[in-house]
């Protein structure tokens, strides 16, 4: 079974620049998540996609954060305009459902930093 | 806030030793969640026990869990070098707008193990 995609890993941007990440989840998961980890905490969810629709958005800064899932499988996040403060590993992770006992599956992560 | 808080933050064992973590939380959850991240593998999906479970295993791995004290503590018995990690717990509780499933990690332990 293929794993939780992104792209790109790396990104480096000057301040004030856009980016966008782009993430497919497993096959067959109705559930998505997008994650920030700072270096040295750990992960803080942004904001949690059930097929297409928004469950959970209540940590996403949308002033400058935004993200879609418009047919119900891949992802994007984007930010704009970016912060130094924004330099993290971003995740995106997919469950099978919603349901509070199910694992989440990470994939590799974004790293992004911004100068 | 939910969020975990693991304890000790870095720990370095020799090969074969067990290994024990401690975490934390600050309100009434569903279920906890270990994760483990390292550089080869990501984050991943270690063990789940419920609210109403005070003990779980699973391979070397094993969990309690107290909710009288809200705390609780993860073995790695017979360490190995490929246990070198970085050790997440993560409370679950349902979110604002009532979507499950909501993870809220704590900063996660450094453990390295020696061969």
């Known amino acids: 079974e293929a794993g939780v995609a992104q792209s790109p890993r790396y990104k480096i941007i000057e301040k004030r620049q856009s980016v966008a990440f782009w993430c497919n989840p497993i096959s067959g998961h109705a559930t998505l998540y997008w994650y920030q980890q700072i270096l040295g905490q750990g992960p803080k969810l942004l904001i949690q996609?059930?097929?297409?629709?928004?469950?959970?958005d209540s940590q996403l800064p949308k002033d400058r954060f935004s993200a879609e899932r418009l047919k119900g499988v891949d992802s994007t996040l984007k930010i704009q305009p970016a912060k130094l403060e924004d330099s993290a590993v971003y995740l995106c992770a997919s469950s099978l459902l919603s349901g509070p006992y199910r694992a989440q599956y990470f994939g590799p992560g974004t790293r992004l930093t911004v100068l | 806030s939910q969020q975990g808080e693991e304890d000790p933050q870095a720990l370095s064992i020799q090969e074969g030793e067990n290994a024990t973590m401690n975490c934390s939380y600050k309100t009434s959850i569903n279920n906890l969640q270990w994760y483990r991240q390292n550089s080869g593998r990501g984050l991943v999906h270690l063990i789940l026990i419920r609210s109403n479970e005070r003990e779980k295993h699973s391979g070397r791995l094993r969990v309690t869990l107290d909710t009288s004290k809200k705390s609780s503590s993860l073995l790695i018995t017979a360490s190995r070098a490929a246990d070198t990690a970085s050790y997440f717990c993560a409370t679950v509780f349902s979110g604002p707008s009532g979507g499950n499933n909501r993870l809220a990690f704590g900063k996660g332990n450094q453990v390295v193990v020696i061969p």
């Open positions: 996609f059930q097929n297409n629709g928004v469950v959970d």
